[in-house]
């Protein structure tokens, strides 16, 4: 599975999961969950929602153990283990990132995991390249990467930036190449910067990752794994998709969202759809404008309309990476 959807905080529900799922995404992670707060929606998996990894966040190592058994029993595939996410308020709570200026902290965790659901359920980590881009960060990164293959882990995916950097300037995959020599055999996927499937082949070609974990890139367009498909069994890139597949697409997310009752979320995931649109200003202007579910569904209709000629759609763009620590 070289492209995988990664846990995306408000976005990888099941609607968004198993749209991308039916346009070729063979694995994807939930949103990232507080170990103390698995609740009764987290539990609901899908016979469609197959394979699916269950991402944890916290910083006890009993408590995360627990949160992972429940994982298990409510039909997760894989658990995941989240040592990445810089959001400050996650930060101070030492959890997330923070773990990776912990590796002793990070590695008891990482083991208390495998003890309640090692041989039950693969388990994998996120990482990044370290907390910020100091030797002694560094060292912590290696001890922590060494320290959970060696106790059982499954797989680590790696992003190429610090915690420190967040979203701001661009992914270091020559780190992600040292990552993957240093692993050898062992499976390391790679994170950072993937828009386009463009991106995720050449983030395999120059890095030699065994796979490539899309995050923002996924975000309003699931076509991605379908483009990357294609491009990874040596054919042409296939056109962008037309307005009318975007209006499939969407009205399939609308229609799961709504199961779930949330159908305002399709504000956020129409405005990341926009972008592949031909008229984007225009559409991308119509959900942010949206004060309701309703007006959410208006603009699809007249967005989408199928009865309307539209001008050829366009290939979602790379965000500012000087600036997409707001995003």
């Known amino acids: 599975m070289p492209a995988v959807q990664a846990a995306l905080s408000g976005y990888s529900d099941r609607a968004m999961r198993v749209v991308a799922r039916r346009r070729g995404c063979a694995y994807a992670l939930n949103e990232v969950v507080l170990d103390r707060l698995v609740d009764d929606d987290y539990r609901r998996v899908g016979a469609d929602d197959h394979p699916i990894g269950g991402q944890l966040m916290g910083s006890e190592p009993r408590q995360f153990a627990q949160a992972a ?9 894989v658990v995941d283990i989240n040592f990445g996410c810089p959001v400050r308020k996650v930060l101070g709570r030492c ?14 965790i990482v083991r ?10 693969p388990v994998t980590l996120k990482m990044r ?32 930036r610090t915690v420190e950097q967040r979203y701001v300037g661009p992914s270091d995959w020559s780190f992600l190449a040292r990552v993957k020599r240093h692993a050898g055999a062992r499976t390391i996927l790679g994170s950072g910067d993937l828009f386009t499937a463009t991106a995720v082949k050449r983030i395999l070609d120059e890095t030699g990752v065994d796979g490539a974990s899309v995050a923002r890139g996924a975000i309003g367009n ?10 990874l069994a040596g054919r042409p890139l296939p056109p962008p998709p037309t307005v009318a597949e975007q209006r499939a697409a969407l009205d399939e997310h609308w229609a799961l969202a709504a199961e779930e009752g949330n159908a305002m979320s399709m ?24 004060p309701d579910a309703a007006a959410v569904r208006a603009a699809i209709d007249r967005w989408y309309d199928p009865s309307r000629e539209w001008p050829a759609s366009v290939r979602p763009e790379a965000p500012d990476l000087i600036c997409a620590g707001a995003r």
Not at 69 to 77: F, I, K, M, P, T
Not at 95 to 108: C, H, K, N, T
Not at 116 to 121: A, L
């Open 112 to 121: 208390a995991v495998l003890d309640t659901v090692g041989g039950r359920r």
């Open 222 to 231: 699931p076509f991605i794994f379908r483009e990357c498909a294609e491009l």
């Open 69 to 77: 058994a429940e994982l298990v029993d409510a039909g997760y595939d």
């Open 129 to 160: 390249r370290g907390f910020d881009g100091s030797p002694d960060s560094e060292r912590s990164f290696w001890t922590i990467l060494d320290g959970a293959f060696a106790a059982g882990v499954a797989a680590i995916t790696v992003h190429g």
């Open 267 to 290: 504000r956020a995931v129409g405005i990341r759809y926009a972008e592949l649109h031909p008229m984007r200003n225009d559409v991308r202007r119509a959900f942010i404008d949206a």
């Open 95 to 108: 959890r997330g990132g923070y773990l990776l200026s912990e590796p002793q902290g990070a590695l008891a």
